[in-house]
């Protein structure tokens, strides 16, 4: 009887997952991938968007166009995971598994905090990148917050990107000197797992101008006064604000066995979860390193899911393991002005997480656009 393996989420994880599979197995396995979405795209190309270089048209790649052979993509919403009859519903139909992946990613709350929806900017979803474009063009004197309301969020450099490229594009402008530029995170530092790439990022904040408020946990907006209301009763003024919104579990994931009520817990060995044959991969997941957790980015899901791969090949061919999860990848800071830095991590592979950051420099622009590129010919026709 041929094999069903299940796999939810068709982002970095769930088109990685699918891949490697289909390479190692070809067809002596049955995979389907669902995704409610109709296309993919890479997390970073939403700067693309907010800073107006590309439309949202041009940073997706269709599921239509989906390239890994053979394996079946359903477009449709996934509405309860039953780990006990190894059975997954959408809204039309039910599948059955042997094996199940699951790689859902975050869900955005941005109704977590109260007046951000009414007053505050985002860029974390397409839509949101899609609406600050036309504001962050507009802007030309005042106070601008960017806010990181609460971990975990995906990409943990994103918005220090942010603002180091909404500095150049004010300084281009000509107007940088009239606009108060402040970052206001919860935190005493702005990478808690990588102290000396958070040194870094703190001198290049201060080389713009740009204030690091630590330890300013925004709690609510008030609209009216314009007014970012600090956890300790302080307030920050603002003439525009842009939140990172309050990352949750997806609804799904929190209503079945797997969540708990929260994101999925796995072994950090080979990413099984506390159902057999049932793995989780990438952002959905909370992964312990220290008292942090793996921070939750492409990169990383797709390592998961080359490790869960070989965890499934292993099994089925009865093999010998010699992989583990050690959570390494590479991740990208864009300044500007074509200049990039690159991040390399390996958070579980020794004692300590290594983290370094290289750059910026004009060379890493390549290294990037080919990151991009290299997934969509792998993942899309
Ligand atoms: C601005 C920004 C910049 C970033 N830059 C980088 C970077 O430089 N490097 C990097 O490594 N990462 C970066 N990231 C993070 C990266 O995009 C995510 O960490 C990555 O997409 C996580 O992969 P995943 O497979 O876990 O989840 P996702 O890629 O989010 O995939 C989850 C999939 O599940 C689907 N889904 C969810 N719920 C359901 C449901 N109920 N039914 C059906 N389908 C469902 C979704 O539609 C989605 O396609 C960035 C993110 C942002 C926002």
């Not at 693309?48 to 599921?63: C, I, Q």
């Not at 039953?82 to 599948?95: E, G, M, P, R, Y």
């Not at 074509?338 to 950051?357: D, H």
Request: glycine fraction near 8%.
């Amino acid at each position: 009887m041929t094999i069903n393996i299940l796999i939810l989420g068709a982002g970095f994880g769930g088109l990685q997952a699918a891949t490697r599979l289909k390479e190692e197995l070809n067809d002596s396995v049955d995979i389907t991938l669902i995704d409610k979405n109709d296309s993919f795209l890479i997390g970073f190309t939403k700067f693309d968007v907010m800073f107006g270089r590309r439309s949202s048209e041009e940073v997706k790649s269709y599921y239509k166009d989906l390239g890994i052979e053979g394996v079946n993509f359903v477009q449709d919403t996934i509405v309860d995971i039953d780990t006990d009859n190894k059975i997954v519903k959408t809204i039309s139909a039910d599948f059955s598994y042997d094996y199940l992946i699951v790689a859902l990613g975050a869900d955005l709350a941005p109704e977590a905090i109260p007046g951000f929806v009414e007053d505050g900017y985002e860029f974390y979803s397409l839509r949101g990148a899609e609406k600050i474009n036309p504001v962050i063009n507009d802007f030309e004197s005042g106070n601008l917050l960017i806010s990181i309301f609460s971990k975990p969020y995906k990409c943990p450099p994103a918005p220090y990107e942010a603002a180091f490229q909404l500095h150049d594009l004010f300084v281009k402008k000509g107007i940088r000197d009239n606009i108060n530029m402040k970052m206001l995170i919860p935190g005493p530092i702005p990478l808690p797992i990588a102290k000396n790439v958070s040194a870094e990022i703190e001198k290049l904040l201060k080389e713009r101008n740009i204030e690091l408020l630590k330890k300013h946990k925004v709690v609510e907006l008030n609209p009216v006064k314009k007014e970012a209301m600090i956890e300790n009763n302080d307030s920050v003024s603002y003439d525009l604000f842009i939140g990172i919104p309050v990352h949750k579990s997806p609804k799904v994931i929190q209503d079945s066995a797997l969540g708990n009520n929260g994101w999925v817990s796995v072994s950090k060995d080979n990413l099984e979860t506390n159902f057999e044959k049932v793995y989780a991969i990438g952002d959905v997941t909370s992964i312990p390193v220290g008292d942090l957790a793996v921070p939750k980015a492409g990169a990383l899901a797709e390592d998961a899911a080359n490790v869960v791969a070989n965890d499934i090949v292993n099994k089925i061919q009865k093999g010998e393991k010699n992989y583990s999860y050690e959570a390494t990848g590479s991740c990208y800071l864009e300044f500007g002005s074509g200049e990039v830095s690159k991040i390399n991590t390996n958070f579980l592979g020794g004692t300590e997480p290594q983290i370094t950051l290289e750059g910026p420099s004009i060379d890493f622009r390549n290294d990037k656009e080919n990151f991009e590129k290299e997934r969509i010919k792998k993942w899309f026709k």
